[in-house]
Every structure is written in C-alpha cells, then in structure tokens.
C-alpha cells in the first residue's frame, strides 16, 4: 500500500513538472510571437457628478495626465487616447474650498494593465453660482453747446444681469458708461460697452461670468435753452452754372446757427438766409465764403466762426464715335505694310463738354511694327486719346489684320541690240533680266541659222 503511494505521487509531480513546463513553453511562444509592450498616451480629465447650481472656479482650464499602460503588441498597436477614462469624481466636494479629488483612470479595451499615471489627485474649487442684475451708472464727460439745455438721460437696459461663481459676481457693483459730449447741439443716442466696477470704483474683470447684455444704449436729450433757438442756414443761389453740366448740390457749413433773443421774435423765425451766391458759368466744385442775413430782433448768440457754402456740379456724361485711320509705325527697311481695315470706329465715354471740342487729330490708333518681317500678323491696335476725364468703351475691330511684304525695286533699262530689234524694249527688275537675255540668245540663234541668212552669205 505503502509502495503504491509513494508510485502515485511520484506520479503526480512528474505530471505537475510537465503541465509546468508545457504552460512555460507556451507561454513563451506567446510572447515571442506577440510580445507584451508598453506605452504612454496622454488622458484628458473629465469632471462629473457637479453639483447643481455650482461653478467649478479651478482648474480654469482643461487638465491631461499621462497614462503608462501595457499590454500585448497586437492590442496596444492602434490604442489611442479615446480609449482610456480618467475621470475625476466631484460629488463629495465642499463648496469654497479646495480639495484635492483622486482621478481614476480606465481602459475600455480588454487586455490593458494600467501601470501608473503622471498626477494621482487634481485640486479643485467649486462654489455656489448665482446670478445678480448690476446697475448701469453713467459718466458724463464735456458739456453740450452754449445755448442748450440737457434732459434726463436714459438708459437702455438699465441694469445687466450677471451669472457665475458666488464670490466674483459678489465682488462686482456697477456697470458704468462712459459718454464724452463735445458741443453737442442736439439729442444723441450712443451705444457704450460698460465697464464692471467693484465697490472702491476699481474695474474688475469678467472672464467666466455670463452677462446677459454687451452693450446699453444712452439716449441724451439736448433742447435750446429759453432765449435761444437753433435755426437752418438757407443758401441764396443765382445765376446758372455752365452749359454740360448739372448741379449736384449746395450746403452751408455749419447748417445750422444759434440765435439769441426774445421768444416771440425766435419762434417767428424759420430759418436764416445767406447772401445771394453767384455761380454763374460754374464748372467745378467750388467753396465760398459767405454772411449771413439776421432779422433786426435777433442776434448770434455765440462767436460763430465763417459760414461757408460748397456748391458741387459736375458735368453731364455722354458718348461720342470716332473713326481714326490706324497709323503703322516701325517698318522695317525694304518692307511694305498695309492695314485691313486700314480706319476703324471707336467710342468714347466722358464730360460732355470735353467731347464736344475732343478734335479728330487728337485720336491715334497705332500698331508697332519693329523688327516684325514679311507675313500676315493679327495685331491689336494702341488707341490714344487725351487724359480729360475720358474712358474707351468700344472698338468695332480690336484685331487689325497687317500684311508686310518686300518692296519690289525698279533696275535700269536693258536696250536691245540689232539682233534683237524685234524683241520689245521694257524695263525688268535683276531677276527678270536673265530670263530676257536668255531668250535674246535663242532669237539670235535662230537668225542665224535661218535660209535667208545664208542666201545673204
């Protein structure tokens, strides 16, 4: 019994060494095959469980830790950051204080071992958010004019409703709006961006607080004052201006005057009338200097510097057509060039009195010719016209066919001799020369040979 004990477990540990072994030489070829592999990535930090009504004040930005992880080379080849958690859980945090919250980090994907992390525990402060309407106080600078009197100003909103942590929105007591007034004479809207102030005046900043407006608008109402009336300056024009043109318009600078007087006497007072402006034949923009015409019972009511009226006119625009003859320049020597067709029709767009003394002579179309040779060419032609304010708006044939040929040149007279006495005179260039003096050759030949002649021999 004791002999058959000792053989099973004798028996056992050889199977147990064996079962052994077999996992070491497998898991080895496993790991060979696909070995284990470690990596870093970086896991950005998600914060949740909040509580409500709350603002996570620090961090002010967005945290990531790095993740040491491991696994097999088949797993980890392609992991990437979406892969992993690191979350930060905040249910348990007191408000108004910080307090470090652990972060736990995670795989999603099977057969990853998460070995360490850069940060262990992130700080936070969360506190109560509120919400808080700030009043919009104005700052008025400068004065309006003389002469004037200032209503109670409105403001549109009045007060900015502000959202955020406790303790900075606590911190916050006016909104202010600042308006600069230079000499103004009547009501005015203006749109101001108000700056946030705390109790001691000092601006504060409003990163992270939500503000329900960007902008107030600032109505200032400004009235003449009892004694003064603010009138319109009506320009006195005469004459005409010139022939083409047209008048565009006529203003005075200031267009309006203080005046001073009794009540009676300002309301029976419209406007006021400058001294007649003659702009007879008037053919440009022109400024002038001007007085103005005051009822007896009235007066300037403050230092008005000089009134000027800006009369503008300008001329009447038109078209005009032109046939000017194309004008070749630059051909070379021993060369012929004609144009086809040799005038074409062009319009011009500009001041009507500037085309109506534009001279025929004054238009060029010109083609440049230099260092072109023998041959047909389609060129574009440089039309030339004075600078008066004109522009090119058509040409009936922007592509002018040149031909450019050799010149044939005239030779001097070959006369004919007797032997040649029947043959017509006539004047041949060098090439037609020596087809003349060859047939002269022939014609004696055959003279020569001929019954008659050798009778006479």
């Known amino acids: 019994m004791r002999k058959a004990f000792r053989s099973l477990t004798s028996s056992f540990i050889l199977l147990l060494i064996s079962f052994s072994a077999a996992v070491f030489i497998w898991v080895h070829a496993v790991q060979t095959e696909d070995p284990i592999r470690a990596e870093f990535l970086p896991i950005p930090v998600?914060?949740?469980?909040?509580?409500?009504?709350?603002?996570?004040v620090r961090p002010s930005h967005s945290q990531t830790i790095q993740v040491?992880?491991?696994?097999?080379?088949?797993?980890?080849?392609?992991?990437?950051?979406?892969?992993?958690?690191?979350?930060?859980?905040?249910?348990?945090?007191?408000?108004?204080?910080?307090?470090?919250?652990?972060?736990?980090?995670?795989?999603?994907?099977?057969?990853?071992?998460?070995?360490?992390?850069?940060?262990?525990?992130?700080?936070?402060?969360?506190?109560?958010?509120?919400?808080?309407?700030?009043?919009?106080?104005?700052?008025?600078?400068?004065?309006?004019?003389?002469?004037?009197?200032?209503?109670?100003?409105?403001?549109?909103?009045?007060?900015?409703?502000?959202?955020?942590?406790?303790?900075?929105?606590?911190?916050i007591e006016a909104a202010m709006a600042t308006i600069?007034?230079?000499?103004?004479?009547?009501?005015?809207?203006?749109?101001?961006e108000p700056i946030f102030h705390d109790e001691y005046n000092d601006p504060v900043s409003i990163s992270g607080l939500d503000i329900s407006t960007d902008l107030v608008d600032v109505t200032i109402p400004v009235t003449a004052a009892d004694g003064y009336a603010e009138k319109v300056i009506v320009v006195d024009i005469v004459g005409d201006i010139a022939e083409g043109y047209r008048l565009l318009g006529v203003a005075a600078d200031p267009a309006t005057v203080l005046l001073k007087g009794l009540a009676r006497d300002l309301s029976k007072i419209t406007s006021i009338t400058t001294e007649p402006v003659d702009i007879t034949g008037l053919t440009e923009p022109t400024t002038y200097p001007v007085s103005l015409i005051l009822p007896d019972s009235v007066t300037l009511a403050e230092s008005?510097?000089?009134?000027?009226?800006?009369?503008?006119?300008?001329?009447?625009?038109?078209?005009?057509?032109?046939?000017?003859?194309?004008?070749?320049?630059g051909v070379g020597e021993g060369l012929t060039a004609v144009a086809d067709p040799e005038a074409i029709h062009i319009v011009l767009f500009g001041p009507l009195p500037v085309l109506n003394t534009l001279l025929p002579e004054e238009i060029h179309a010109t083609i440049d010719l230099f260092e072109l040779e023998a041959g047909t060419y389609n060129l574009e032609p440089i039309?030339?016209?004075?600078?008066?304010?004109?522009?090119?708006?058509?040409?009936?044939?922007?592509?002018?066919?040149?031909?450019?040929?050799?010149?044939?040149?005239?030779?001097?007279?070959?006369?004919?001799?007797?032997?040649?006495?029947?043959?017509?005179y006539m004047e041949r260039d060098l090439h037609g020369q020596a087809y003349?003096?060859?047939?002269?050759?022939?014609?004696?030949?055959?003279?020569?040979i001929s019954p008659l002649h050798l009778l006479k021999l």
């Open 68 to 171: 040491w992880f491991q696994g097999v080379s088949s797993v980890v080849t392609g992991i990437s950051s979406d892969d992993f958690l690191a979350v930060a859980d905040l249910n348990d945090v007191p408000l108004g204080e910080e307090t470090a919250v652990p972060i736990q980090v995670r795989s999603t994907i099977n057969g990853i071992s998460i070995l360490s992390k850069s940060t262990e525990a992130v700080d936070v402060f969360i506190e109560e958010q509120i919400s808080r309407e700030i009043p919009v106080i104005l700052d008025i600078r400068g004065q309006i004019a003389l002469g004037h009197e200032m209503g109670e100003p409105l403001i549109e909103p009045d007060s900015v409703l502000v959202t955020g942590p406790a303790g900075q929105v606590e911190a």
């Open 304 to 329: 008005t510097p000089e009134i000027f009226v800006e009369v503008n006119v300008e001329p009447f625009m038109s078209t005009e057509t032109y046939r000017p003859q194309i004008e070749l320049q």
């Open 180 to 192: 600069f007034l230079l000499n103004v004479r009547e009501t005015a809207v203006y749109t101001i």
């Open 46 to 56: 998600q914060f949740v469980n909040q509580p409500e009504h709350t603002r996570l």
């Open 436 to 448: 003349f003096a060859l047939f002269a050759t022939v014609h004696d030949l055959l003279v020569a």
């Open 383 to 424: 039309i030339d016209y004075p600078d008066r304010g004109l522009e090119l708006r058509s040409i009936d044939f922007p592509i002018i066919t040149i031909e450019i040929t050799n010149t044939v040149e005239m030779t001097e007279t070959i006369p004919i001799t007797e032997t040649a006495a029947t043959v017509p």
